[in-house]
């Protein structure tokens, strides 16, 4: 055993010995800069007090309130002091505001009255007053699921259980939320509860209508805690018909601007070509929004930062982008991809983090098999953080989806999920979720990717044809998330 290890050790090195300088002579500039720029991350990064700057010092972002705008103006000064250029906020209009009152909510059958924990999803209604109903069992409120129930559901207060808490099935649900609503409002239900998957009574909470229209839910949603929907389980089970009183107040304003923040490093010799570098500096309302995502605008940040302390000069111009309304549904990089149509040709590539800290793992490359080889040869340097899977599943889940939507190559970077879904969208996404060199080898990553797009002398891929977007939306089914999201009008 050990003299199979020496035997295999020498035999590196003298493998080393023959083409490790022959390669390094070969190393092109952008390669070496980017090795550079891992070896910056490692030693100086600032992304953990980037998160802490949003997390612990402003909290939590919903687009529209004053904390989201603190953080708007906190991002435009970070950039200024980094020396990017053109740093300005783009704004965008906002069809309606909305600010979570108190939500409470009782098991008031059997001689009970007893608190349950209940939070609003975000741009949903009030009760305007107590409403008072029997729980009805919607299962975990697939279509068929509301057809199966549908002649009980009228004046009762139903109860949902989504199922499933991997990437796939977050999707699912997040898509399904809307006509579920619709469906149960249509069939006569006064509220919905929607049981959160966390443990411990942690509470979630998302839209349930894409609110890029100023839409609001078609009926008060609350997120309900687990333990309280296995009581309400165990009940219904015992045959026994739990009778739920629920007081919701939440406050929706009118019309408002929310702003991106946009920033530039210039390149030298393909200055009019860009690199998108993006992520969403808004969070939901529960929590600070750590990894969701004050972890990708620490990347955002930190990538600048990184450039500009090693002096580096990309040949593109590589654009900041931190989005805000991103959990609205994307409705600010929809917006960005609006007013910027006329670049789009000339937008070489968007990569976008958001999903969480978790160690990288490879890429989402949005149902873009030809750019396997280039991205391949792009994670060449990167292979000290372990083995690079491409996935080629298209889905509209943050802020790429705008760009796919015009064909524009766009990557988002696979991050280890499993520190991310348990507190996503709750009051626990905070920084202590962060373990530093998992977060620091993602950051690293996701720089050095950048740079290298921006830098080489060859385009990364190219723009799909409107027909070629059109297929690609069709196999993948995407066209179907793009249209329900106001991508595709
Ligand atoms: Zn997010």
Redesign the pocket.
């Known amino acids: 055993m050990t003299r199979r290890r020496v035997h295999a050790v020498s035999l590196l090195a003298l493998l080393l010995l023959f083409f490790l300088p022959q390669s390094r002579a070969q190393t092109p500039p952008e390669r070496a800069a980017a090795s550079r720029l891992i070896g910056e991350v490692f030693a100086n990064g600032q992304q953990l007090s980037y998160v802490s700057a949003l997390s612990d010092r402003i909290g939590s972002r919903l687009t529209g309130t004053a904390n989201a705008r603190r953080a708007e103006e906190w991002a435009e000064g970070e950039m200024k002091r980094l020396g990017l250029v053109n740093v300005r906020r783009e704004p965008y209009r906002m069809a309606a505001s909305w600010e979570r009152g108190p939500a409470s909510a009782a098991l008031v059958s059997g001689g009970n009255n007893r608190p349950l924990a209940v939070a609003s999803y975000t741009w949903t209604p009030g009760t305007e007053g107590p409403v008072e109903g029997e729980v009805v069992d919607v299962g975990a409120g697939r279509p068929e699921d509301v057809r199966r129930v549908a002649s009980q559901v009228k004046g009762r207060i139903a109860l949902v259980v989504p199922e499933g808490a991997d990437l796939d099935s977050v999707i699912y649900n997040f898509y399904r939320a809307a006509g579920l609503v619709r469906e149960l409002k249509d069939a006569g239900a006064r509220a919905v509860l929607l049981a959160a998957d966390k443990p411990h009574s942690i509470l979630y909470t998302a839209p349930v209508e894409f609110t890029a229209t100023g839409k609001l839910a078609a009926l008060p949603t609350v997120s309900l805690a687990r333990e309280d929907v296995l009581l309400l389980r165990r009940l219904l089970s015992q045959n026994q018909t739990p009778r739920i009183r629920l007081d919701v107040h939440n406050r929706i304003g009118g019309a408002f601007d929310a702003t991106n923040v946009v920033g530039e490093i210039r390149g030298s010799g393909l200055a009019d070509e860009l690199v998108v570098v993006g992520a969403?500096l808004d969070s939901n309302d529960l929590g600070p929004g750590a990894l969701?995502?004050g972890a990708g605008s620490g990347a955002v940040l930190e990538t600048a930062r990184a450039i500009k302390a090693l002096g580096l000069r990309p040949r593109r111009t590589i654009r900041f982008v931190l989005f805000t309304g991103?959990?609205e549904g994307m409705v600010g990089s929809i917006a960005y991809v609006e007013r910027h149509r006329a670049e789009m040709d000339k937008t070489v590539a968007a990569l976008v983090m958001?999903i969480g800290a978790g160690r990288p793992q490879g890429w989402f490359s949005m149902g873009r098999t030809d750019l396997d080889a280039e991205i391949r040869e792009l994670s060449e340097p990167l292979a000290q953080f372990g083995d690079f899977t491409i996935e080629h599943a298209a889905f509209a889940a943050?802020d790429n989806a705008p760009f796919m939507a015009e064909g524009v190559p766009n990557l988002i970077l696979i991050q280890d999920e499993t520190p991310y879904f348990p507190v996503h969208h709750t009051i626990a996404d905070t920084p202590d979720k962060i373990e530093p060199r998992d977060y620091a080898s993602a950051v690293a990553v996701f720089a050095s990717t950048a740079y290298a797009i921006a830098d080489r002398p060859q385009r990364f891929g190219r723009r799909l044809t409107a027909d070629e977007i059109k297929r690609m939306a069709d196999e993948t089914k995407v066209g179907d998330q793009w249209r329900a999201a106001g991508i595709w009008k």
């Open positions: 969403h969701d995502n991103e959990e958001d943050t």
